[in-house]
C-alpha cells in the first residue's frame, strides 16, 4: 500500500461470487489486509445462487483448451481439485465452447477454503448499505449485518456486485441495460434429480418432447435444440437451461414475476421429461435457485468501455490487466442467444481503465461491472473472465495508483495472464 493511514482494511471487496473473489485474492496475494462483504450465506455468485454451474471464459475458442486466465482463477480451480472435484476443460455439446463443470455445494467449501489460506476476512449474510466519500474517494462503507450496521474504512474498495450496488450508493453515473435501455433475458437453470441412471438422455427426444410440449403447452419453448444439458459432477443430477424470460426493467415487481414465472416453468417442464423423454420417467425437480440468473442490470461509467471493435479484432494494448476470450453472448431474445467471435490471438485486452470508475481515484469495478459496450459486455460478464479481472482490480486497489502496465506486470507475477 501507498498510503498510511488508520482504516481498518486495505481493500475492501463487495461482493462474494467470481469478481468478488479473483479480487479478494488478488488484493491478499498483493500484500493487502482484504475484507470481502457478501449479501447470501456463501459465497459463489451465480454459481451457487443462481444454478449457473459452469465457468465460462476460462478457455479460448478452439478444438483445444488453451487457457485465458490464470492467478486467481487458476488458485479457485486448484482448491476445487483438491476436496475431489475435476475442475477440467469440458467441450459444450451445443457450443463447442470449453467450460469448466461445477458443483455447487463443492465449489462453496472451495471458496471458503481458499480466502481462508490466503486470509481475507469473510463477512457473509451482510451487504452495502452506504459509502461516505470526498469529492474524488470513497472513505467507508456502512455495511448492514446480522448485527446491524457498521462503519468499515478502508483505503481501496471493489465493485464486484453485479448489480453495481456500491457505485450505486457511492454516486456513480451509470446506465441500466444497453445503449437503448433493453436488458439481456433472465435465465433459470434447474437440477433434475430421479433419472435413471442406465439410460441415456438423448437430445433427440429431449428435442421431440419439446415440440409436443410447445403444441399447447402454458409456456412455449425457445430453445428448441433442448437447451444446454448435462450431469452435475459427483452427482445424479441432471442440470438443464433451458428456462428464459425478458426482464422489461429492474424493477421488484418485474423480478417477482419473473421468479413466479421461472418456478411454474420449471415444473412444466420436468412433467414434460416424465412423459415423454426416456429415463426421465420418475425424475422430479431437486432444486432451482436460489435466484434466477441475471444477465444484466446496472453499468457504472468507466473511464474506458472496451468495444465490440475491441474484441472482434482481438485488440491487444500494453496496459493490459486480463483478457476476455469468451465469444459475445447476447441474450436480446430470451432462449435465442447470438454469438459473435473473438479475433486476432483469440483474446482481447482488457484494460485497466475498464476496471476504473470515472470520478473516484479508489473505487474499482471486477466482473460484469466492468466498462463494455453492449457487444463486449457479451463476452467479459462470464465468470471465468471475472476471475480475471476480479484479480486486476484488487491488485490495482491494493496498489493505490499504479498504471495499467505496473498493474498488468504485478498480475503476471501473481500467473495472471495479461
Not at 9 to 34: E, Q, S
Not at 228 to 246: H, K, N, Q, R
Not at 362 to 372: D, E, K, Q, S
Amino acid at each position: 500500500m501507498s498510503r498510511k493511514t488508520e482504516s481498518e482494511y486495505d481493500v475492501l471487496v463487495a461482493g462474494g461470487g467470481a469478481g468478488g473473489i479473483g479480487a479478494a485474492l488478488g488484493a491478499a496475494r498483493a500484500g493487502a489486509k482484504v475484507c470481502l462483504i457478501e449479501k447470501y450465506g456463501f459465497l459463489g455468485g451465480a454459481a451457487t445462487t443462481s444454478q449457473v454451474l459452469a465457468y465460462c471464459g476460462f478457455f479460448q475458442q478452439g478444438p483445444e483448451p488453451v487457457p485465458a486466465v490464470g492467478g486467481a482463477g487458476e488458485l479457485v480451480l486448484q482448491a476445487m481439485r483438491d476436496i475431489g472435484m475435476d475442475g477440467q476443460a469440458h467441450c459444450s455439446e451445443t457450443t463447442g465452447n470449453w467450460i469448466i463443470l461445477l458443483n455447487p455445494e463443492g465449489l462453496k467449501l472451495a471458496l471458503d477454503r481458499v480466502l481462508a489460506d490466503h486470509g481475507v476476512d469473510v463477512l457473509l449474510h451482510s451487504r452495502v448499505a452506504a459509502a461516505t466519500r470526498t469529492a474524488q474517494r470513497i472513505e467507508s462503507l456502512t455495511v448492514a449485518g446480522m448485527e446491524g450496521r457498521r462503519r468499515i474504512a478502508a483505503e481501496g474498495f471493489v465493485d464486484a456486485t453485479g448489480d453495481a450496488n456500491l457505485s450505486l450508493v457511492s454516486g456513480v453515473q451509470m446506465r441500466e441495460g444497453d445503449d437503448k435501455g433493453r436488458l439481456q433475458a433472465v435465465s433459470a437453470p434447474i437440477r433434475i434429480g430421479g433419472l435413471d441412471r442406465n439410460i441415456p438422455i438423448e437430445r433427440e427426444a429431449v428435442k421431440a418432447a419439446i415440440r409436443e410440449y410447445n403444441k399447447d403447452g402454458r409456456f412455449p419453448i425457445t430453445r428448441e435444440d433442448g437447451g444446454i444439458y448435462t450431469l452435475v459432477p459427483g452427482s445424479g443430477e441432471l442440470w438443464w437451461m433451458v428456462i428464459d424470460l425478458p426482464l422489461p426493467d429492474l424493477g421488484s415487481a418485474s423480478f417477482t414475476r419473473a421468479e413466479q414465472q421461472a418456478r411454474a416453468m420449471a415444473h412444466d417442464y420436468v412433467e414434460m421429461l416424465r412423459r415423454h423423454v426416456p429415463g426421465c420417467a420418475r425424475c422430479y425437480l431437486a432444486q432451482s435457485g436460489p435466484q434466477i440468473g441475471i444477465r444484466e442490470s446496472r453499468h457504472p461509467a468507466a473511464r474506458y468501455e472496451m468495444t465490440g471493435q475491441d474484441l472482434s479484432s482481438g485488440r491487444q494494448r500494453a496496459d493490459s490487466v486480463a483478457r476476455a476470450a469468451w465469444p459475445a453472448e447476447l441474450h436480446g431474445e430470451a432462449g435465442k442467444p447470438v454469438y459473435y467471435a473473438v479475433g486476432g490471438p483469440g483474446y482481447a485486452s482488457v484494460p485497466l481503465d475498464s476496471l476504473r470508475v470515472r470520478g473516484l481515484e479508489n473505487l474499482f469495478l471486477a466482473g460484469r461491472v466492468i466498462g463494455a459496450d453492449p457487444v463486449a459486455y457479451g463476452s467479459v460478464r462470464v465468470m471465468g473472465t471475472a476471475f480475471a479481472t476480479g484479480e486486476a482490480a484488487g491488485v490495482a486497489a491494493a496498489l493505490d495508483g499504479a498504471t495499467g502496465e505496473d498493474v498488468g506486470e504485478a498480475v503476471r507475477r501473481l500467473g495472471g495472464l495479461t
